[in-house]
């Protein structure tokens, strides 16, 4: 679903701009507010857009970045939904998180998702449910009936999606908590301290251990997202072995944030034609060699959807059926 839509409004990309707003961007200087700290992924993506955006927009406006790290980019996002000027000179790249913000943990949420204007995202994730070589479970049934040792990460997808896998599908995970990142816990798994994790990035596995898939040191067993990534075809998707309708709806609103997984956004009520900017030059960058290449030397890994699309995802979000966001709420509380 989503991704033919990207190619139909990709198409559409090279479509003319409003002329009225050709012009406006012309010696004016954009800010990119980046919700979190500086060094850090979502960081290193805004300045890598910095960067290079501007030449996409017509008058080559510069852009400048702004770290506005404060809870796990709810400053940032609440500072685009209610301070941020609305004229097109102001956008945020914001954690994934802030998707479900208002469903999951509302407390400081100032902002509706569905009033904000989304220009597009840098990259979609699909999350592995990995297994060692020499771990008891090596296939994706045998979750369902033995137990798999996997190192946690407090408050991310680490974490959360076993804990998720085993309210809403009934598996078997034992998640060993306080790791501080996947880094660590691959060393966990290395030295025999854990059999597996939960959840780690197709895109950072190859990246980051391209090792373990050459030499077969991890099965692949489970893999999650809206949408099977094409490059695992055979990997079983944790949708297709949910057993009730409610519960796969919980999982599809939790997996939404990985397909915008780096969502770029604007303020509401920005003009239109300004928007239209914004997305072009956006998805521009799919085409542009040199920002390509910034990337690959940056280690980043690209995967460009338009504004439209993720437009989609937060309709999903916003008209989620109660029964769903409760029993996803409740399962997050699972510990």
């Given at each position: 679903?989503?991704?033919?839509?990207?190619?139909?409004?990709?198409?559409?990309?090279?479509?003319?701009?409003?002329?009225?707003?050709?012009?406006?961007?012309?010696?004016?200087q954009?800010?990119?507010?980046?919700?979190?700290?500086?060094?850090?992924?979502?960081?290193?993506?805004a300045?890598?857009?910095?960067?290079?955006?501007g030449r996409h927009?017509?008058?080559?406006p510069?852009?400048?970045?702004q770290?506005?790290p404060?809870?796990?980019s709810?400053?940032?996002?609440?500072?685009?939904?209610?301070?941020?000027?609305?004229?097109?000179?102001?956008?945020?790249l914001?954690?994934?998180?802030?998707l479900?913000?208002?469903?999951?943990?509302?407390?400081?949420v100032?902002?509706?998702?569905?009033?904000?204007?989304?220009i597009?995202?840098?990259?979609s994730?699909?999350?592995?449910?990995?297994?060692w070589?020499t771990?008891?479970?090596?296939?994706?049934?045998?979750?369902?009936?033995?137990?798999?040792?996997?190192?946690?990460e407090?408050?991310v997808?680490?974490e959360?999606?076993?804990?998720l896998?085993?309210?809403?599908?009934g598996?078997?995970?034992?998640?060993?908590s306080?790791?501080?990142?996947?880094?660590?816990?691959?060393?966990?798994?290395e030295?025999?301290?854990?059999?597996g994790?939960?959840?780690?990035?197709?895109?950072?596995?190859?990246?980051?251990r391209?090792?373990?898939?050459r030499?077969k040191?991890?099965?692949?067993?489970?893999?999650?997202?809206?949408?099977?990534?094409?490059?695992?075809?055979?990997?079983?998707?944790?949708?297709?072995?949910?057993?009730?309708?409610?519960?796969?709806?919980?999982?599809?609103l939790y997996?939404?944030?990985?397909t915008v997984?780096?969502?770029l956004?604007?303020?509401?009520?920005?003009?239109a034609?300004?928007?239209a900017?914004?997305r072009?030059?956006?998805m521009?960058?799919?085409?542009?060699?040199a920002?390509?290449?910034?990337a690959?030397?940056?280690r980043?890994?690209?995967?460009l959807?338009?504004?439209?699309?993720?437009?989609?995802?937060?309709?999903?979000?916003?008209?989620a059926?109660?029964d769903a966001?409760?029993?996803?709420?409740?399962?997050?509380?699972?510990?």
């Amino acid at each position: 679903m989503i991704r033919k839509l990207v190619v139909a409004v990709v198409a559409l990309a090279a479509a003319s701009l409003p002329a009225a707003a050709a012009d406006f961007y012309a010696g004016k200087q954009i800010t990119l507010i980046a919700g979190s700290s500086p060094g850090g992924g979502y960081d290193l993506m805004a300045r890598l857009v910095s960067r290079h955006l501007g030449r996409h927009i017509p008058g080559n406006p510069t852009i400048v970045v702004q770290n506005m790290p404060a809870a796990n980019s709810l400053a940032a996002t609440n500072h685009i939904a209610n301070v941020a000027p609305r004229d097109g000179t102001v956008f945020a790249l914001v954690q994934r998180g802030m998707l479900l913000a208002k469903i999951i943990n509302p407390t400081g949420v100032q902002f509706d998702i569905a009033k904000l204007n989304w220009i597009g995202n840098l990259n979609s994730e699909t999350g592995l449910t990995l297994a060692w070589s020499t771990a008891p479970v090596q296939s994706a049934d045998e979750l369902f009936t033995k137990e798999l040792i996997v190192g946690g990460e407090t408050g991310v997808d680490p974490e959360i999606t076993p804990r998720l896998y085993n309210s809403l599908l009934g598996m078997k995970f034992k998640v060993i908590s306080g790791y501080p990142g996947t880094t660590a816990i691959g060393l966990a798994m290395e030295s025999g301290e854990v059999e597996g994790v939960g959840d780690w990035s197709w895109s950072s596995l190859k990246l980051q251990r391209p090792e373990w898939l050459r030499d077969k040191k991890v099965r692949i067993l489970l893999q999650g997202a809206l949408e099977k990534d094409p490059e695992l075809p055979n990997v079983p998707n944790a949708l297709d072995l949910v057993k009730d309708d409610v519960s796969r709806r919980a999982l599809e609103l939790y997996f939404t944030q990985k397909t915008v997984a780096r969502p770029l956004v604007a303020p509401p009520n920005v003009p239109a034609d300004r928007i239209a900017i914004l997305r072009n030059a956006l998805m521009e960058l799919g085409q542009d060699k040199a920002f390509l290449e910034d990337a690959e030397r940056s280690r980043l890994v690209i995967g460009l959807l338009p504004g439209e699309a993720v437009e989609k995802v937060i309709s999903m979000i916003a008209t989620a059926p109660p029964d769903a966001v409760a029993r996803l709420v409740g399962a997050m509380g699972v510990q």
